[in-house]
């Protein structure tokens, strides 16, 4: 069982940058794809990013294409999401994953494991 652990948020203003990093304790399985989700104060849990093992192919959610970046190292056990141009809406803990494949994290289904959460408060 692979456990994830988020950190990295924060509290920042309209506009500002953040870099979130989620921490593998043992080399995730090496087909998985790896990602990012995130849940704001009364609302239901959303999609933000997917990257495969590789690091190569991604995907993002429309709210956040252009604006967040995913990334991943091969054959490193921390995967990355660089946080720019942060607007009020981002606010929400995020919640790193792990998943057969950057489709099926995109629609949320059968995700594998789930990070505890860091949380991410913009300000204005």
């Known amino acids: 069982q692979v456990q994830l652990v988020e950190s990295g948020g924060g509290l920042v203003q309209v506009g500002g940058s953040l870099n979130l990093s989620c921490a593998a304790s043992?080399?995730?399985?090496?087909?998985?794809?790896m990602g990012w989700f995130r849940q704001a104060p009364g609302k239901e849990r959303e999609f933000v990013a997917a990257i495969t093992w590789s690091g190569i192919g991604t995907k993002y959610a429309d709210s956040v294409k252009d604006r967040f970046t995913i990334t991943r190292v091969g054959g490193a056990n921390t995967m990355y999401l660089q946080m720019n141009s942060l607007k009020l809406e981002d606010t929400a803990i995020y919640y790193c994953a792990e998943g057969k494949s950057t489709s099926t994290l995109a629609a949320g289904e059968r995700v594998a494991s789930w990070g505890p959460g860091t949380q991410l408060t913009v300000s204005s």
């Open positions: 043992v080399r995730p399985f090496s087909s998985y794809a």
